[in-house]
T-cell receptor
Framework: AQKVTQAQTEISVVEKEDVTLDCVYETRDTTYYLFWYKQPPSGELVFLIRRNSFDEQNEISGRYSWNFQKSTSSFNFTITASQVVDSAVYFC????????????????FGKGTLLTVNP | AAGVIQSPRHLIKEKRETATLKCYPI?????VYWYQQGPGQDPQFLISFYEKMQSDKGSIPDRFSAQQFSDYHSELNMSSLELGDSALYFCASSLGSGGQETQYFGPGTRLLVL
């Protein structure tokens, strides 16, 4: 069974601080895909990034950066110079093959981390 | 860019009533997924369709059924509603059903069962 653990339930920071959200996953698959989604108070799920198991390059997009380390099964997310608008629940997810043919996929989510950025 | 459309956005029903949730995927997307998110919980996979055929079922109650139509939109039908069905229901779509395909989520339908 596949599992995603986000050990930090809630994090509170002051604006302009850097913050890292942790994600640890478990899988027996050799090929897998990891995602981060943001869920602001309005409720929608916003896609942030996808990473496949073959690509351990870190990625930076503006104030966001991701650190994927296969050796520790971690896919951590850092927000630099946080802003109030970053306040949201952040979910890490693992794409899991389902069905007898293994060709269908569903997302298994972690429990999410509630990030509050205070002015 | 066009996004996933879900309707209605909010729905209030009584126990034992039925509800139908609709999902219109991003144009050209052929795969639809349904997820249920209870209060304070993470989204849980319910069911998925690829090219109008059911591709997999998750923790979906027998009281629920779904289908994908020829225009690729999908409907989730929920009968004999229970209080515990109150949740946010998301539809997501992707181009193809492979694991590498990003699932883009709609805004969700917030269902309240009284």
């Amino acid at each position: 069974a596949q599992k995603v653990t986000q050990a930090q339930t809630e994090i509170s920071v002051v604006e302009k601080e850097d913050v890292t959200l942790d994600c640890v996953y478990e899988t027996r698959d050799t090929t897998y895909y990891l995602f981060w989604y943001k869920q602001p108070p309005s409720g929608e799920l916003v896609f942030l990034i996808r990473r496949n198991s073959f690509d351990e390059q870190n990625e930076i997009s503006g104030r966001y950066s991701w650190n994927f380390q296969k050796s520790t099964s971690s896919f951590n997310f850092t927000i630099t110079a946080s802003q109030v608008v970053d306040s949201a629940v952040y979910f890490c997810a693992l794409s899991e093959a389902t069905g007898s043919g293994g060709s269908n996929y569903k997302l298994t989510f972690g429990k999410g981390t509630l990030l509050t950025v205070n002015p | 860019a066009a996004g996933v459309i879900q309707s209605p956005r909010h729905l209030i029903k009584e126990k034992r009533e039925t509800a139908t949730l609709k999902c219109y995927p991003i144009p050209r997307h052929d795969t639809v997924y349904w997820y249920q998110q209870g209060p304070g919980q993470d989204p849980q996979f319910l069911i998925s369709f690829y090219e109008k055929m059911q591709s997999d079922k998750g923790s979906i109650p027998d009281r629920f059924s779904a289908q994908q139509f020829s225009d690729y939109h999908s409907e989730l039908n929920m009968s004999s509603l229970e209080l515990g069905d109150s949740a946010l229901y998301f539809c997501a779509s992707s181009l193809g059903s492979g694991g590498q395909e990003t699932q883009y989520f709609g805004p969700g339908t917030r269902l309240l069962v009284l």
